[in-house]
């Protein structure tokens, strides 16, 4: 059975930092690219960051000299670092495993940033 499991979301002032951390389990994790996609309230979801298994990351332009993807295939788990967070980072944060046949999701982690 595949899990994908967030944690370390919660609720931090602009300007702030959070790191959201996800592990996998019950899938072959160094052969997935492993992503961070966020959803906010009326919103579309978003590739935030994503990794590959060699460690080869890529940003969305918003986020770029913000956040920092990071993984570690012995632990099988990958982070998220968020500096200087701004209210529109406010959203679900959700773990994603994928490859070219398979994709598995978390179910989400809330990060909030207060004004």
């Known amino acids: 059975q595949v899990q994908l499991v967030e944690s370390g979301g919660g609720l931090v002032q602009a300007g702030g930092s959070l790191r959201v951390s996800c592990v996998a389990s019950?899938?072959?994790?160094?052969?997935?690219?492993m992503n961070w996609y966020r959803q906010a309230p009326g919103k579309q979801r978003e590739l935030v960051a994503a990794?590959?298994?060699?460690?080869?990351?890529n940003y969305v332009d918003s986020v770029k000299g913000r956040f920092t993807i990071s993984r570690d295939n012995a632990k099988r788990t990958v982070d998220l670092q968020m500096n200087s967070l701004k209210p529109e980072d406010t959203a679900v944060y959700y773990c994603?495993?994928?490859?070219?046949?398979?994709?598995?999701w978390g179910q989400g982690t809330q990060v909030t940033v207060s004004s």
């Open positions: 994603n495993a994928a490859n070219s046949r398979l994709n598995y």
């Open positions: 019950g899938i072959n994790f160094s052969f997935y690219i």
């Open positions: 990794v590959t298994g060699g460690g080869s990351a």
